[in-house]
């Protein structure tokens, strides 16, 4: 049954206690709303909070498990909508102004939580990335994954590409480039699991099934399509492969029922495993990672019956993993984390960039290699071929921010670091912000742009999401209507967001990626031995900051690459563990302006500030007219 809810507003509901973004613009606190809770509910809080763990038994190696909701806004964790992640929030921490990375993609933000590093680091810049100049000279067949990724943009959730890439020279057996927190732990000593989700589980362990990884015994890892150690296989075998994999799509939700089977093999399987070694000596860490509510956003759009459908299933499954947790006496030895890696919002018009660059004579055609385009939903990567010269790079990099800075769709554009100073946010092109200073840039796997596309706050998908809602595509024939894929909507939901979806999602369907206040605002909660009790931390914090913090909680921080110059990345969020208190962080914003022929862009990103660690947390565009008489398409020529 759907929960009756009343429409949401952008700092929350109208009725239903929930979890609320920050107010607009400013990204201030994001305190639990002080309504008074139905009896029921109040039954609920009080026993979770007299139920919560204490101090870790001396005896007790430290355990941290993380459980990510694929793409869980905020405001959806309410009593009615997920009961079992509302209470563990008001039990022990919640992270009232949490981050993600940008860009807010599963991938960027798997390896970053996985690594306690930044994309700059990681070299994880993208779900969707272009490494044919990395691979040139790689050794593999004339078809494949590594074929197909020597030629255009690869798609980083696929197992067999990732499996592929950590076994090239190129990329040194790593594919991201750091060692992981749960490696160290392995070479430590420690125990890992890793259940869930192809792709960003991979990131946890890139050397799965690698002749240096630790025995069996130390490690276990599930996904949609891969397993180890290999001893699974007679049971795994059947429903671990492409084939269950391509299945899960058509469940309804899509994967509801995949990820409560994943979960009883995290609770069969890892779970005991990760006590059997704590009650020895033995850190641990485990992962449980879902597929929704992401899936089911994008297939049928937020706000929709299978969007609540889905976020009941993800609640289920934490309520199983808690009294797992509880029957196995983990209550007082293991800290639990619930986060999501980025937000949502809902695709207000479908832009496909590479069809208007070559409409624009900015991209030779369709297939041309001088600008190739990797689509990731709510941001664009961008790479220029290797073989153009210097002058002509900057000048076809100038064209290309010159013309998409003009656009409604276009929101902040990020490309390679320009000259430093008291404007170092500054990129090289103008009009442009620095790779670098967003800690964007990787040097081996750096793309020439990053385009994200603009988030509006202030407009809901009332008039969006529905199949009969109007669709648009906006592509080398103009704006065109196309069908509207999405589900009937049952409540409106604030934020919505161009986005080059490809063929996968159109008007009314979920979209994340971009830099606005909807998709970079995600869940962060926990609760355990080393947390505070009933805190809500009013902090800026990142999914940078928490890879660090279960780094830390693990005694598990990995080395770091000589070529880093900032050290460390991220901070330990030291006021919600025990006896932590309050830290200071001020409000701050920075613009990038570019003057064109008949306008001039201002282009502000939001963001707060701890010392120097930054969380960008929404972007503002606007457009001053110059010259009315003159057209923003001239400065393409």
């Given at each position: 049954?759907?929960p009756?809810?009343?429409?949401?507003?952008?700092?929350?509901?109208?009725?239903?206690?929930?979890?609320?973004?920050?107010?607009?613009?400013?990204?201030?606190?994001?305190?639990?709303?002080?309504?008074?809770?139905?009896?029921?509910?109040?039954?609920?809080?009080?026993?979770?909070?007299?139920?919560?763990?204490?101090?870790?038994?001396?005896?007790?190696?430290?355990?941290?498990?993380?459980?990510?909701?694929?793409?869980?806004?905020?405001?959806?964790?309410?009593?009615?909508?997920?009961?079992?992640?509302?209470?563990?929030?008001?039990?022990?921490?919640?992270?009232?102004?949490?981050?993600?990375?940008?860009?807010s993609?599963?991938?960027?933000?798997?390896a970053?939580?996985?690594?306690?590093?930044?994309?700059?680091?990681?070299?994880?810049?993208?779900?969707?990335?272009?490494?044919?100049?990395?691979?040139?000279?790689?050794?593999?067949?004339?078809?494949?994954?590594?074929?197909?990724?020597?030629?255009?943009?690869?798609?980083?959730e696929?197992?067999?590409?990732?499996?592929?890439?950590?076994?090239?020279?190129?990329?040194?057996?790593?594919?991201?480039?750091?060692?992981?927190?749960a490696?160290?732990?392995?070479?430590?000593?420690?125990?890992?699991?890793?259940?869930?989700?192809?792709?960003?589980?991979?990131?946890?362990?890139?050397?799965?099934?690698?002749?240096?990884?630790?025995?069996?015994?130390?490690?276990?890892?599930?996904?949609?399509?891969?397993?180890?150690?290999?001893?699974?296989?007679?049971?795994?075998?059947?429903?671990?492969?492409?084939?269950?994999?391509?299945?899960?799509?058509?469940?309804?939700?899509?994967?509801?029922?995949?990820?409560?089977?994943?979960?009883?093999?995290?609770?069969?399987?890892?779970?005991?495993?990760?006590?059997?070694?704590?009650?020895?000596?033995?850190?641990a860490?485990?992962?449980?990672?879902?597929?929704?509510?992401?899936?089911?956003?994008?297939?049928?759009?937020?706000?929709?019956?299978?969007?609540?459908?889905?976020?009941?299933?993800?609640?289920?499954?934490?309520?199983?993993?808690?009294?797992?947790?509880?029957?196995?006496?983990?209550?007082?030895?293991?800290?639990?984390?619930?986060?999501?890696?980025?937000?949502?919002?809902?695709?207000?018009?479908?832009?496909s960039?590479?069809?208007?660059l070559?409409?624009?004579?900015?991209?030779?055609?369709?297939?041309?290699?001088?600008?190739?385009?990797?689509?990731?939903?709510g941001?664009?990567?961008?790479?220029?071929?290797?073989?153009?010269?210097?002058?002509?790079?900057?000048g076809?990099?100038?064209?290309?921010?010159?013309?998409?800075?003009?656009?409604?769709?276009?929101?902040?554009?990020?490309?390679?670091?320009?000259?430093?100073?008291?404007?170092?946010?500054?990129?090289?092109?103008p009009?442009?912000?620095?790779?670098?200073?967003?800690?964007?840039?990787?040097?081996?796997?750096?793309?020439?742009?990053?385009?994200?596309?603009?988030?509006?706050?202030?407009?809901?998908?009332?008039?969006?999401?529905?199949?009969?809602?109007?669709?648009?595509?906006?592509?080398?024939?103009?704006?065109?209507?196309?069908?509207?894929?999405?589900?009937?909507?049952?409540?409106?939901?604030?934020?919505?967001?161009?986005?080059?979806?490809?063929?996968?999602?159109?008007?009314?369907?979920?979209?994340?990626?971009?830099l606005?206040?909807?998709?970079?605002?995600?869940?962060?909660?926990?609760?355990?031995?080393?947390?505070?009790?009933?805190?809500?931390?009013?902090?800026?914090?990142?999914?940078?900051d928490?890879?660090?913090?279960?780094?830390?909680?693990?005694?598990?921080?990995?080395?770091?690459?000589?070529r880093?110059?900032?050290?460390?990345?991220?901070?330990?969020?030291?006021?919600?563990?025990?006896?932590?208190?309050?830290?200071?962080h001020?409000?701050?914003?920075?613009?990038?302006?570019?003057?064109?022929p008949?306008?001039?862009?201002?282009?502000?990103?939001?963001?707060?500030?701890?010392?120097?660690?930054?969380?960008?947390?929404?972007?503002?565009?606007?457009?001053?007219?110059?010259?009315?008489?003159?057209?923003?398409?001239?400065?393409?020529?």
């Amino acid at each position: 049954m759907i929960p009756v809810m009343q429409p949401m507003n952008y700092r929350g509901a109208q009725g239903t206690p929930q979890l609320s973004y920050p107010a607009r613009g400013r990204w201030r606190m994001a305190a639990l709303i002080a309504i008074a809770l139905s009896a029921a509910m109040g039954l609920l809080v009080a026993a979770a909070a007299r139920s919560a763990p204490t101090e870790r038994p001396r005896s007790a190696a430290p355990l941290v498990i993380l459980m990510v909701w694929d793409g869980l806004r905020p405001d959806s964790v309410s009593p009615a909508n997920t009961p079992n992640l509302y209470a563990l929030a008001h039990q022990g921490v919640y992270l009232a102004h949490h981050h993600a990375m940008y860009p807010s993609l599963t991938m960027v933000n798997a390896a970053t939580l996985a690594t306690g590093a930044p994309p700059s680091v990681t070299g994880i810049i993208a779900n969707s990335m272009f490494l044919g100049p990395l691979l040139e000279g790689a050794a593999g067949p004339a078809s494949g994954p590594l074929a197909r990724a020597r030629v255009a943009p690869a798609n980083l959730e696929k197992s067999d590409l990732l499996s592929a890439l950590s076994s090239t020279a190129q990329f040194k057996d790593r594919v991201v480039d750091v060692p992981s927190i749960a490696q160290e732990v392995l070479r430590t000593g420690g125990y890992f699991g890793i259940v869930g989700k192809s792709g960003p589980t991979f990131l946890f362990d890139d050397r799965i099934g690698g002749a240096d990884r630790k025995g069996a015994s130390d490690e276990i890892f599930i996904s949609d399509d891969q397993f180890a150690p290999q001893s699974l296989a007679p049971e795994l075998q059947g429903r671990i492969n492409l084939a269950a994999l391509k299945a899960a799509f058509h469940e309804s939700p899509p994967f509801g029922e995949q990820d409560a089977l994943l979960t009883r093999d995290f609770i069969d399987r890892a779970l005991p495993a990760a006590a059997a070694a704590i009650n020895s000596g033995r850190p641990a860490l485990l992962v449980l990672w879902q597929h929704n509510p992401d899936i089911t956003e994008h297939a049928a759009g937020v706000g929709t019956a299978a969007f609540y459908q889905a976020l009941a299933g993800c609640d289920a499954n934490l309520g199983k993993l808690r009294a797992a947790m509880a029957a196995l006496h983990l209550e007082n030895k293991a800290d639990l984390v619930v986060v999501s890696d980025h937000g949502f919002a809902t695709i207000k018009m479908r832009v496909s960039l590479a069809e208007l660059l070559v409409a624009q004579r900015l991209k030779k055609s369709a297939t041309s290699d001088d600008v190739t385009v990797a689509h990731n939903f709510g941001s664009d990567v961008l790479y220029l071929s290797p073989h153009l010269d210097s002058a002509s790079r900057s000048g076809l990099l100038r064209k290309i921010v010159n013309y998409a800075a003009a656009q409604e769709w276009c929101g902040p554009i990020f490309s390679r670091p320009g000259a430093s100073g008291d404007n170092g946010y500054l990129g090289e092109i103008p009009g442009t912000f620095s790779q670098a200073w967003f800690d964007l840039f990787n040097p081996a796997r750096a793309p020439d742009l990053i385009i994200s596309f603009r988030e509006l706050p202030d407009e809901d998908n009332s008039a969006l999401t529905g199949p009969r809602a109007p669709a648009f595509v906006l592509g080398k024939d103009g704006k065109q209507a196309e069908q509207n894929h999405s589900q009937p909507l049952v409540h409106p939901m604030p934020g919505v967001s161009y986005a080059d979806s490809g063929a996968m999602a159109t008007t009314g369907n979920g979209s994340h990626g971009a830099l606005g206040e909807y998709e970079m605002h995600n869940f962060g909660a926990a609760a355990g031995p080393d947390f505070r009790r009933a805190y809500v931390d009013n902090a800026p914090t990142s999914n940078l900051d928490l890879g660090r913090t279960i780094a830390a909680l693990l005694h598990a921080q990995p080395a770091v690459p000589a070529r880093q110059p900032r050290l460390p990345w991220g901070r330990v969020i030291g006021e919600a563990l025990r006896n932590g208190t309050a830290v200071a962080h001020q409000h701050t914003r920075v613009s990038a302006t570019l003057n064109l022929p008949a306008q001039r862009v201002v282009t502000t990103i939001e963001m707060d500030r701890i010392g120097d660690e930054k969380y960008p947390g929404g972007a503002t565009v606007s457009h001053v007219a110059i010259d009315a008489k003159q057209s923003a398409s001239a400065v393409s020529q």
